[in-house]
């Protein structure tokens, strides 16, 4: 029996350009004759052989079958990451974990040092990473049985379950792999199943929504045609948009309360009404509209208390130039503003030193003692504020 799987059941909102310029490129390769100048050879653990060999092949037949199974699994992939260079980076990251992976089974177990080649380990690497970002999207899949053939539709998860599964019981029961690199369409598999698992939570959160809308729409065009998933899409389309309208609603009249409570002096009663519907969790693109209708509104302590909650979450992001944007912003209000996490004063201080605002870097260290007792370096606050007078003096 034969089961090949050809394409997700998604409607992507735009060509996957890279997953095709790989494609291309893999048999450009081929058809050049240049595919023993790019395998690698596992004894030399040469990062860039180990790239290059992803894009080499043996023969038609191992060249085309990749090509099958990448481009049912990649291309709806290269959508959901979204963006081309972590995309790119990420089948790198894969080909450096199959040839790692590869020479270091030849060094252990002493087996003949074969040169490697094909995209196979990248092409397990997208099945493991769909797995982990999109593991119920329907794959088709084309079955041939002697005369009879079908197509039908399985779970991605279960085709990694399937492929990766198969390969590692061959690896740890077989001696003889027959030619085919079985490593490295495990630790392939493996490698993309967990950069996903460590990098692309916050990604497979984002896309969740709208994954599972799109899955049930080709479940709706899979049992009933494509005329009736159309319109089941209209209809999903439609009643996201009047949740979407629902929500600045919900949120304009959230707002009207903060603005009666801003304007009339009660701050305090501002605050704790934003504290309960935005906390850390909240995106900062979110928290920063929120800051610029608070800001309309003219300089308030409800302005500060959300400017804090986006400095502390810049920072953590690492985002520190945007952070200090912020900081500048809420000193121009009071120049005593305090950070929310005290053990960055000394960093933001310096940094605006660095950047020529003298005057925020001297609002954060002057009366140090005072303002944050034993919570920041008295003493290195007070070289830098000595250092700040005598610049602004010279």
Excluded at 353 to 378: F, Q
Aim: glycine share 6%; proline share 3%; charged share 20%.
């Amino acid at each position: 029996m034969l089961i090949v799987p050809y394409s997700t059941a998604l409607k992507l909102a735009k060509p996957p350009i890279v997953t095709y310029i790989v494609s291309l490129l893999c048999l450009l390769v081929f058809v050049t004759g240049l595919n023993e100048e790019f395998w690698y050879e596992p004894t030399s653990w040469n990062p860039i052989a180990m790239i290059t060999a992803s894009l080499a092949h043996a023969d038609w037949f191992h060249l085309l079958g990749n090509l099958v199974f990448f481009l049912a699994f990649a291309p709806a992939l290269e959508i959901l990451i979204g963006s081309k260079i972590r995309y790119i980076w990420i089948m790198i990251f894969i080909s450096l974990v199959v040839g790692v992976s590869y020479s270091f089974s030849i060094l252990i177990g002493n087996a003949n040092p074969l040169p490697t080649l094909g995209l196979s380990g990248v092409v397990t690497g997208m099945i493991g990473l769909s797995a982990f970002l999109m593991p119920q999207a329907r794959i088709r899949v084309f079955g041939w049985f002697v005369v009879v053939w079908k197509i039908f539709y399985v779970p991605a998860w279960v085709l990694a379950v399937i492929y990766i599964g198969l390969d590692a019981w061959e690896m740890v029961t077989e001696e003889n792999y027959h030619g085919i690199n079985v490593v490295a369409h495990v630790s392939g598999g493996v490698a993309g199943y967990l950069y996903g698992f460590l990098w692309l939570k916050e990604r497979r959160e984002d896309t969740r929504e709208e994954l599972e809308q799109e899955i049930e729409v080709m479940k709706v065009e899979q049992k009933h045609g494509k005329r009736r998933s159309e319109a089941f899409r209209g209809k999903v389309a439609t009643e996201q948009r009047q949740i979407e309208r629902q929500q600045v609603l919900d949120t304009d009249k959230f707002m009207g309360k903060v603005y009666q409570c801003v304007k009339t002096h009660r701050d305090a009663e501002a605050i704790n009404l934003l504290l309960s519907r935005y906390d850390l969790d909240t995106p900062i693109m979110e928290l920063e509209n929120v800051y610029k209708r608070v800001e309309e509104w003219g300089a308030s302590r409800t302005q500060l208390c959300i400017g804090r909650l986006i400095i502390h979450l810049l920072d953590q992001d690492k985002r520190h130039g945007r952070a200090f944007a912020y900081i500048d912003k809420c000193h121009s209000i009071s120049p005593q503003f305090v950070l929310a996490d005290l053990s960055k004063t000394l960093f933001y201080a310096r940094f605006a030193i660095e950047t020529g605002k003298l005057d925020i870097g001297k609002n954060m260290v002057v009366d140090s003692e005072k303002r944050y007792g034993n919570m920041v370096n008295a003493d290195q606050c007070r070289q830098f504020h000595h250092y700040i007078l005598k610049n602004q003096a010279g």
